[in-house]
T-cell receptor, first 110, second 115 residues
Framework: DAKTTQPPSMDCAEGRAANLPCNHS???????VYWYRQIHSQGPQYIIH???NNETNEMASLIITEDRKSSTLILPHATLRDTAVYYC???????????FGAGTTVTVRA | DAGITQSPRHKVTETGTPVTLRCHQT?????MYWYRQDPGHGLRLIHY???????DKGEVSDGYSVSRSKTEDFLLTLESATSSQTSVYFC??????????????FGSGTQLSVL
């Protein structure tokens, strides 16, 4: 699976959109981009995933660039409860073992 | 929330003793996973199962064994616990139908301390 690169940390203001970048320049055509988050001491939680089209659900939006080398997870209205570590993962269609890297520690401030 | 129960939630044991952690699911999902999480390492896959009696190794399987005799239970055993196995252990399940939908649901974790 392709390696992903995320900033180690970022802050955002409560009520504002949080834009979390992820670089996956070596991603192949059959690899999906998955986002999970882990709130302190809890198990990770699935957020969203996509292949090449932008995706939106009740939690977030996923914007994937046309060349698929990077993506952005958007939390439209960040709340204090969104403070967590966010993981961007590339997963091949013929694999099913998610590998979690260090992720981005997002701190939402009032 | 997905029906996943990990037991025990906390355990303290001594070096050299055997330890078994249990993951129980009520979702009838085919895939089950054991991860460990340590500061500075993120989550690392220990073992996984893709069906009853079908298991395979992950990236950090040394010192661990697993068993899955029925769909709902996935056991992780430390045959002889060492201090390096002190960690938080997470079980996860997935009903992966095809490549487009690998959503993992995680349990609440087991904090294991090996003294």
């Amino acid at each position: 699976d392709a390696k992903t690169t995320q900033p180690p940390s970022m802050d955002c203001a409560e009520g504002r959109a949080a834009n979390l970048p992820c670089n996956h320049s070596t991603i192949s055509g059959n690899e999906y981009v998955y986002w999970y988050r882990q709130i302190h001491s809890q198990g990770p939680q699935y957020i969203i995933h996509g292949l090449k089209n932008n995706e939106t659900n009740e939690m977030a939006s996923l914007i994937i660039t046309e060349d698929r080398k990077s993506s952005t997870l958007i939390l439209p209205h960040a709340t204090l409860r969104d403070t967590a570590v966010y993981y961007c993962i590339a997963l091949s269609s013929n694999d099913y073992k998610l590998s979690f890297g260090a992720g981005t520690t997002v701190t939402v401030r009032a | 929330d997905a029906g996943i129960t990990q037991s025990p939630r906390h355990k303290v044991t001594e070096t050299g003793t055997p330890v078994t952690l249990r993951c129980h699911q009520t979702e009838n999902h085919r895939y089950m996973y054991w991860y460990r999480q340590d500061p500075g390492h993120g989550l690392r896959l220990i073992h996984y199962s893709y069906g009853v009696k079908d298991t395979d190794k992950g990236e950090v399987s040394d010192g661990y064994s697993v068993s899955r005799s029925k769909t709902e239970d996935f056991l992780l055993t430390l045959e002889s616990a060492t201090s390096s196995q002190t960690s938080v252990y997470f079980c996860a399940i997935s009903d992966r139908v095809n490549a487009t939908n690998e959503k993992l649901f995680f349990g609440s974790g087991t904090q294991l301390s090996v003294l």
